[in-house]
């Protein structure tokens, strides 16, 4: 009955391939990472009209002693030193 479903309904699919519609990991607020992991914070910018994106700030172990207790302008400008940047973008639909 399966393969009828999806040939039915194939939108069905996606959702449970993909599960959009949850948000893992349960009960806990993405939108305060520094719960999560140490030397982090939250950034959003606008990128259109309505749009906004959030993002995670992680300064590297190195620097972990220097960021204990700074606030978000510490984090912005630590963006402006010399030390690379990575961006990992990653979500699913229930956290994006």
């Known amino acids: ?3 009828f479903l ?3 309904f194939p939108a069905l699919l996606t959702k449970f391939v993909f599960l959009n519609f ?3 990991p349960f009960f806990v607020d993405l939108r ?3 719960l999560l992991l ?4 939250s950034l959003y910018l606008g990128t259109d009209p309505g749009i906004t994106v959030g993002i995670w700030h992680t300064v ?3 620097r972990g ?3 204990q207790g700074k606030d978000q302008h510490w984090y912005e400008e630590a963006l402006a030193d010399a030390h ?3 961006i990992y973008l990653h979500g699913n639909g229930g956290t994006r």
């Open 32 to 34: 305060r990472p520094e």
């Open 84 to 86: 690379p940047i990575i």
């Open 60 to 62: 590297p172990g190195s």
């Open 65 to 67: 002693a220097e960021a």
């Open 38 to 41: 140490n030397n982090t914070v």
């Open 1 to 3: 009955s399966v393969p």
């Open 6 to 8: 999806i040939r039915l």
């Open 22 to 24: 949850l948000a893992f």
